[in-house]
């Protein structure tokens, strides 16, 4: 599922608009880019004590805790995020994302209804919604071959999913 490319774009426009504040988002972006966590994550509780609610640090925050390793942190910060700014589709967004790989899916979908609600033309939203749809559809076909094994169209179905689901 793709959810970051999202972050990069709506980092520089969200730069470029804060005018004196970009320095701060474009340092904090840089590091998120080369992985270099806790200088990040430094960097973004420095602005988050000044400016608590400023959405943009707090997404990039989410960021910085995945990279970490702390995906609950992430999101539960995403979510608050989402509380705060039902209007932005990237945090429901991302919020799917990390739903997904935990393997709540329905939940996932939730959110990614959410992201299209706040954006009904969100390209990154709707192809996550298409990946967890199919990642459903083919847990169905598995358990549909298990009840029925001996049908073809199944296992060709099952199998097209899988390929799908497994193309870059």
């Not at 995945?66 to 608050?80: C, E, F, I, P, S």
């Not at 967004?93 to 959410?114: G, M």
């Not at 549909?144 to 870059?168: I, M």
């Amino acid at each position: 599922m793709r959810t970051w490319l999202s972050l990069t774009v709506f980092c520089l426009l969200w730069a470029f608009h804060v005018g004196a504040r970009a320095d701060i988002y474009t340092e904090v972006h840089a590091l998120v880019q080369s992985r270099q966590w806790q200088p990040a994550l430094d960097l973004a509780n420095e602005r988050l004590k000044t400016a608590p609610t400023d959405p943009q640090m707090r997404l990039l925050l989410s960021r910085i805790q995945t990279g970490l390793g702390q995906t609950q942190a992430a999101m539960d910060t995403l979510k608050a995020l989402t509380l705060s700014f039902p209007e932005l589709p990237e945090p429901h967004n991302n919020l799917a994302v990390l739903l997904a790989r935990d393997n709540r899916l329905e939940e996932a979908l939730a959110a990614l209804q959410s992201a299209l609600r706040a954006r009904p033309d969100y390209p990154m939203a709707l192809e996550n919604m298409g990946d967890v749809y199919l990642t459903l559809a083919a847990r169905a076909y598995e358990q549909a071959l298990q009840l029925s094994p001996g049908l073809p169209r199944l296992q060709t179905k099952q199998n097209q999913a899988q390929q799908v689901l497994k193309a870059p």
